[in-house]
């Protein structure tokens, strides 16, 4: 590896206003988005932000993430390890069950319905 390919991979992938998504659950897919508020070299600064619905279904929705809108209740998440997966994407551990990968402002994720394990 050259001194510019170990630059590039310990550099910080994430920038301010990058949405992550985290998908988790048992017998249920749940959905949580965050936001970067803050980075350094290595690590992010994350804040939970809310979730809104883009599409019912029977027994899953299309939700999406709702930039700029923190979640009430949760403290922000500071210093999480900015690491990659094997294919290169940056990803973040929030709990030993949860992963947030990179996604998009406007993107859609399923998630499991009120009513069918919620």
């Given amino acids: 590896m050259t ?15 990058d949405i992550l998504r985290a998908s ?12 970067v508020v ?8 994350l804040v939970r932000i809310m979730s809104q619905i883009v599409s019912f279904g029977v027994g899953q929705n299309k939700v999406g ?18 690491q990659r997966d094997y294919n290169g994407r940056p990803f ?9 990968y990179l996604t998009t402002e406007d993107a859609t ?3 499991t319905a009120a009513g069918y394990g919620h």
Avoid at 65 to 82: A, D, F, N, Q
């Fill in 24 to 35: 988790w659950g048992y017998d249920q897919t749940n959905v949580d988005f965050y936001e």
């Fill in 92 to 100: 973040v551990k929030i709990t030993d069950y949860a992963y947030a």
């Fill in 65 to 82: 993430p709702r930039k700029g809108c923190p979640k009430e209740g949760y403290k922000p998440l500071k210093s999480k390890r900015v």
């Fill in 3 to 17: 001194a510019t390919e170990t630059k590039a991979a310990t550099t910080n992938p994430l920038s301010k206003g």
């Fill in 38 to 45: 803050k980075t350094t070299r290595c690590t992010v600064t």
């Fill in 109 to 111: 994720h399923s998630e």
